[in-house]
């Protein structure tokens, strides 16, 4: 198996007084697609700062190979921009980087290439935040919630080009949902994060079996 891309390693993140996140190991390999799961206040958005470098750890380790770009939670386009100029935003240090492989990996967003984002729907908004992203290379992604009020068949759609840039590219990805059955869906491992601890980790299929995730994550009894 090949050496993860993302490697976190006995992660522990304070605020304060506060442990926000508590030992907490996980990775994802080139390849790869893995969800965290967890509810409101459970830590991802820490996880996430801290793999941004936005903060730092109070012990442990986080390891990033190659660069890691973040799909932010909301999309955040500049909706007066176009979707060209939203998608340069994401080479901003090559400012000569084509917009063109984007259109090629993800064709819905070439007819609407010069259309103002803020015009465009959840669903395109979403690609437009994926497409920026990819702008700088990575070869990790970490997508925070992005199923956030879309309709199923627009993820479907999304889900689909996650796929092929995971198999074609060797992408890694790390989604971060609150929609539990989507990310056991999606993702071939999965972790669960609860109070700032790893609760559960494993097969999508064994976590999608295991009772307490049922009761807790998939609305079952
Ligand atoms: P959500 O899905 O609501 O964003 P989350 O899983 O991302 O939740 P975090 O935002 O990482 O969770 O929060 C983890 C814990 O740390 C929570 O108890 C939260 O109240 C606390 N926390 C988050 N940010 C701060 C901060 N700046 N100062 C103090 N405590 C914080």
């Not at 198996?1 to 006995?10: A, C, G, N, R, T």
Request: a neutral charge.
């Amino acid at each position: 198996m090949s050496d993860p891309v993302i490697e976190v390693e006995e992660l522990t993140v304070r605020y304060g007084a506060a442990v926000a996140l508590d030992a907490v190991s996980l990775s994802v390999r080139a390849g790869e697609m893995v969800a965290l799961i967890g509810p409101n206040g459970a830590g991802k958005s820490t996880l996430v700062n801290t793999l941004s470098g936005i903060l730092s750890p109070a012990s442990g380790r986080v390891t990033v190979t190659g660069r890691l770009a973040h799909v932010p939670e909301g999309r955040q386009m500049f909706g007066s921009l176009t979707v060209d100029d939203n998608l340069r935003l994401g080479a901003w240090r090559d400012r000569d980087r084509s917009t063109g492989r984007i259109y090629a990996i993800l064709p819905e967003l070439e007819p609407v290439r010069r259309r103002r984002a803020g015009l465009l729907s959840g669903g395109q908004q979403q690609m437009v935040a994926l497409g920026r992203a990819l702008m700088g290379r990575p070869r990790a992604l970490v997508i925070d919630e992005m199923s956030l009020g879309l309709a199923p068949l627009v993820v479907a759609g999304l889900a689909a080009h996650l796929r092929a840039l995971n198999a074609e590219e060797g992408l890694a990805v790390l989604l971060i949902e609150q929609n539990a059955r989507l990310a056991l869906e999606l993702c071939s491992r999965a972790y669960v994060l609860e109070a700032g601890r790893l609760v559960a980790h494993g097969s999508a299929a064994e976590l999608a079996s295991s009772p307490a995730v049922v009761a807790a994550y998939l609305g079952g009894a």
